[in-house]
């Protein structure tokens, strides 16, 4: 450290100037002329003895020299005694400066170590011209020079137009003028490398002279933390704003909502401002679980994936699955809160849980024999017909293994598992499986691979159908049928032998019962005839109602027969035009009973398969009572139309009430009175045997004076060919015959012979 400089000699060891040496000379030549003369003027007036007076001459002379010279002698003594003690002030002053010269020298070592060891840039530059005057080592490394005069000798390049050396000079002169500056700066290196820099400008006097000293201070990574943190925010407030999540940011102290995101907004249904700076509690359903939750949050700082019960602005209830945390925003806790809406998940995890619950329902009440297992051939759910088929009642097989509770499942039967379980599907109509007991076991089996929602195969479905008790059920029937043959002969032989002696029957009672009849009515005409004027009206009356009774006991014995015999013939089937039949049957109706106000619509191409003379009966029947049943109507109408297999035959006549339907096809039941409608009540009865000997149905539908509708089903067969004449019936067909005089009677019973 350097000494403390000498300080300066006290006034007595003053040392005259040149001056002041010249004054204090003649001040004393003066003492001494004054001196001589004085003593000598005082000796020539005061001695008179020249002797005396030349002793006092030589004495003041003497004493005068001696005066001088001893004052010269003082003097001088003194002089040399300040010389030396200025010499030895000057010699301590010569060394205080070479310390402090060396001090000083250390002190620039210093500082210039310091200036080198920084980790700061340091530039000096010349006030008024911006000049580099001298940098620093770690400016020389961080802009890439291997030394000074290299980077003195390479001039500085503009960074761009706002980062230039004219910019940067006026930088350097508004320092000296107006003080410390600090700012940005884009730096280029040696090797042409731009980095932000940090630049710190302090003027200051160096030696007499202006300079300015520059700081620099690599900012890049301070920058790219900002750019980064600034990119993070946006990230963060992109990440917020359109977050598929709702997001809340809430003060932790008061609940009140800081901020809210557009899913939230779109989720709850409420404004911005009707939410932002106000409490949320009101929107939580339970509060007491909010409550609960908040002292969790508080407690550990985070709480994730809680399913929560909200409120929205409708009023309706939703539910979400609830995470939040504790952050510090503005040196104040906030909770960072979001809500996934997992309604929709709720609903399809209940709709999972009820479809799950149905499969297993449906696999366990399932009629068939269905096991379920996994991967590792573990059952997952069975059907009771599988417990009761294979008596598992008293295991429990969930969770156990499928060849542990068979262990006598040969090796082949794993195999097709292991293939299934690959992805293959297998079955088997047949095939053997010997129990532990030793009992076999016939099995009918198929075996499904089920799997998981992403494709992978997740174990089996085993389908299995025991065939032992069928098995033994055929054996069984095929021995009972080598012996079914003969039965079925003998009870053939009979019912024909049964059917022979009825149809006997009735031609018998018919023929014995249809000659009294025609007796009886011959008469009651031959009397009608012969003595009709002679008779009273009311004899003739008798014999009207004898007539009509036997009329009435004659149709009810033809329709007996009709009936006998539609259950009894053979059905001879074949395609049958049913369009032109029907025609044909009308047009005989219009013969019979003409009405010009009658009219009727017949679909063409109506064909059906069956015995031609059977559905001519059927035909006949229910056109003949359309045509009966029509008779007081102003504008009657009969239609028949349809769509094989399904026929129709509607009129807009009489109609009947629906509440009696169930007796239209009894035999001997009538909806109308005989006054009304003539008929015996089995025409319909014949027809409902005839379509179900077919394989058909038929019904009706009706309203009292709007009319009746009749469909019946056929079987379907291709059509004929639209030009093909209808054979004529042959001339001894019962049926055709027994059809023609049914209308034929018909028509003379609207006009009777009185």
């Known amino acids: 450290m350097a000494k403390s400089a000498p300080t300066k000699p006290e006034a007595s060891l003053w040392m ?62 003194r002089y040399f005694r300040e010389i030396r003690r200025a010499a030895r002030h000057l010699q301590e002053e010569i060394t205080a400066l070479k310390q402090a010269e060396l001090a000083l020298k250390q002190t620039e070592q210093n500082y210039r170590e310091i200036f080198n060891a920084t980790n700061e840039a340091i530039f000096l530059h010349d006030a008024q011209t911006g000049a580099v005057l001298d940098v620093n080592d770690t400016m020389l490394r961080m802009y890439g020079y291997a030394s000074k005069a290299e980077f003195l000798a390479d001039p500085i390049q503009d960074s761009s137009p706002l980062y230039s050396i004219a910019e940067a000079k006026r930088r350097i002169q508004l320092a000296a003028a107006q003080g410390p500056q600090v700012f940005e700066w884009l730096a280029r290196k040696k090797n042409g490398a731009e980095f932000w820099a ?81 409490s949320a509690r009101h929107l939580w359903l339970n509060q007491d679980a909010a409550e609960l939750l908040l002292q969790e949050l508080r407690q550990h700082g985070v709480v994730r994936d809680r399913e929560q019960e909200f ?57 068939a024999a269905i096991a379920m297992v996994d991967k590792n051939m573990r059952y997952l759910v069975v059907s009771h017909r599988w417990i009761a088929d294979y008596h598992l009642k008293e295991h429990n097989l969930v969770g156990r293994s499928h060849y542990e509770i068979f262990p006598e499942i040969p090796q082949r039967w794993k195999e097709v598992h292991r293939r299934c379980l690959a992805g293959a599907t297998e079955k088997c109509e047949s095939d053997a499986l010997r ?55 003998a009870r053939t032989a009979e019912l024909r032998a049964s059917n022979e002696e009825l149809d006997s029957f009735a031609y018998a009672v018919s023929h014995d019962l249809r000659a009294p009849l025609r007796a009886m009515n011959g008469f009651s005409q031959a009397l009608l005839e012969d003595f009709g004027p002679q008779l009273p009206q009311s004899a003739r ?20 027969l009709r009936l006998s015999r539609s259950m009894r013939a053979s059905l001879q089937r074949a395609t049958v035009d049913l369009s032109r039949l029907a025609t044909r049957i009308l047009n005989d109706l219009q013969q019979a009973e003409p009405r010009p106000a009658m009219t009727w619509t017949v679909q063409p191409g109506l064909v059906a398969s069956g015995d031609e003379r059977l559905l001519e009966v059927v035909l006949t029947n229910l056109l003949g009572n359309a045509w009966k049943y029509t008779a007081r109507t102003p504008e009657p109408h009969i239609q028949v139309r349809g769509h094989a297999p399904t026929f129709v035959v509607a009129d807009n006549g009489a109609g009947f009430d629906m509440q009696h339907a169930a007796k239209l096809f009894q035999p001997f039941q009538r909806l109308h009175r005989e006054d009304e409608f003539p008929g015996v009540g089995i025409g319909l009865a014949t027809v409902q045997r005839i379509i179900r000997r077919h394989g058909g149905e038929i019904s009706a539908v009706a309203t009292p004076g709007a009319g009746a509708t009749f469909s019946f089903t056929l079987p379907a067969s291709a059509s004929p060919d639209p030009q093909a004449p209808i054979p004529a019936p042959p001339a001894d067909d019962p049926l055709r015959a027994a059809g023609r005089r049914e209308n034929q009677e018909y028509g003379r019973a609207k006009n009777p012979v009185h």
């Not at 040496?21 to 003066?30: D, E, P, R, V």
């Not at 002793?55 to 004052?71: H, Q």
């Not at 032992?468 to 002969?489: F, K, P, S, Y």
């Open 16 to 77: 005259p100037t040149g001056v002041q040496a010249a004054k204090i000379a003649l001040s004393y030549f003066g003492l001494g002329c004054l001196w001589i003369l004085g003593s000598g003027w005082l000796l020539h007036h005061l001695v008179h003895d020249e002797t005396l007076a030349a002793w006092l001459e030589i004495i003041k002379g003497w004493l005068f020299v001696s005066v001088t010279a001893a004052l010269l002698g003082l003097v001088l003594h």
């Open 198 to 278: 940090e630049v710190s400008l302090r003027g200051s006097q160096i030696g007499g002279q202006a300079r300015v000293l520059a700081v620099i201070r690599d900012v890049s990574s301070r920058k790219q933390m900002e750019q980064a943190l600034r990119l993070s925010e946006m990230k963060f407030s992109q990440a917020f704003a359109n977050n598929p999540a709702a997001i809340a940011l809430t003060r932790l102290a008061d609940r009140v909502v800081l901020e809210i995101n557009d899913t939230w907004v779109t989720l709850f249904g409420f404004r911005r401002d009707e939410v932002v700076g106000h």
């Open 311 to 367: 409120r929205k602005k409708t009023g309706e209830f939703f539910t979400v699955q609830f995470s939040a945390q504790i952050l510090e925003l503005e040196s104040q806790p906030v909770i960072l809160a979001t809500l996934v809406d997992v309604t929709a998940r709720k609903q399809a995890e209940n709709t999972l849980r009820e479809r799950e619950n149905q499969l297993r329902l449906f696999v366990e009440h399932s009629p």
């Open 435 to 489: 129990r532990a007991d030793g009992q076999v076991d016939w099995v009918r089996w198929e075996i499904r691979p089920w799997r998981t929602a992403t494709g992978v195969v997740g174990g089996l479905i085993l389908f299995s159908e025991l065939l032992t008790a069928r098995m033994r059920a055929e054996a069984a029937i095929r021995e009972l049928n080598r012996t079914l043959d003969q039965r079925v002969q």
């Open 541 to 560: 009356d008798y014999l009207g109602l004898i007539q009509s009774s036997s009329r009435q006991m004659s149709e009810l014995i033809h329709g007996l």
